[in-house]
């Protein structure tokens, strides 16, 4: 350990340093999209500006909690490398999403603190000068990992206009209060063999001891079933936002 902190307490192991990073809070808040009560028309993408810009140079992770339902794809950071502004995605247009409310809340970490100390506190920083970690940090707690290879096909598969969208499952914690990492799940189209399409990813009404996803193939060409192979993970903020 180079700059940190470590504490031993019988078998109980507590280490924070430049190496062993923790996530914390640096923005929050919640989001409309899909068809809420009142509003005639869906809502196709959502879009988040931060309170005031992230000035890491990595873009902060993005995670996402539906209130009921929501599958959503092509997440994309906005601004740029210690300006990040915020983000915004989309909504998977398939029912039935495209007729339901499936907004949610959003929070955004970050391996550097972005919270003042309180009056007595412990402030950590790196090499660089960069402070890692403060005391009053709202620091995210891992609620569980995937299993390898957790995707497997499940049976809410359905055709959509030219494309054939192959529904996929994992296990999930159960619990409403989880969040999950959208920023590696929803970041970006796959390549399928022939042609690249979104992973839309999210849950549906109701469920919540599987997170859900579809992988797209175009019918006139390529058929076949394909599962969704990227990873993530629950989280929630150790304290209330």
């Known amino acids: 350990m180079d700059y940190g902190f470590r504490s031993r307490n019988g078998l109980n192991f507590f280490q924070i340093d430049s190496v062993n990073r923790v996530l ?5 808040g919640s989001y409309v999209i899909g068809k809420p009560p009142g509003v005639s028309r869906t809502i196709t993408s959502a879009t988040i500006t931060y309170p005031t810009p992230i000035t890491t140079p990595d873009p902060p992770m993005v995670f996402l909690n ?3 339902q929501g599958m959503y794809h092509t997440l994309e ?7 990040w502004t915020g983000f915004r995605f ?5 029912p039935p999403f495209s007729s339901s409310d499936c907004s949610g809340k959003w929070l955004v970490a970050t391996f550097r603190s972005v919270g003042p100390p309180s009056e007595y506190d412990i402030r950590l920083k790196n090499a660089a000068g960069e402070v890692i970690f403060v005391g009053a940090d709202n620091l995210l707690s891992m609620r569980g990992f995937p299993v390898n290879e957790g995707w497997s096909l499940d049976n809410r598969g359905e055709q959509v206009g030219g494309v054939y969208w192959s529904g996929c499952q994992m296990p999930w914690t159960g619990d409403y209060a989880d969040y999950f990492l959208a920023s590696t799940l929803i970041g970006g189209k796959i390549y399928n063999g022939n042609s690249t399409l979104e992973t839309p990813c ?4 109701g469920v919540r001891s599987t997170l859900n996803g579809y992988i797209g193939a175009m019918v006139s060409s390529e058929g076949g079933t394909a599962k969704n192979g990227r990873t993530t993970f629950a989280a929630r903020p150790m304290r209330p936002l």
Do not use: D, E, K
């Not at 989309?90 to 398939?94: A, G, R």
């Open 202 to 205: 999210g849950f549906h009404a």
């Open 77 to 83: 950071n906005l601004g740029s490398s210690g300006n």
């Open 24 to 28: 914390g809070v640096a923005a929050s």
């Open 90 to 94: 989309q909504l998977q247009l398939m």
């Open 66 to 68: 539906p209130n009921n």
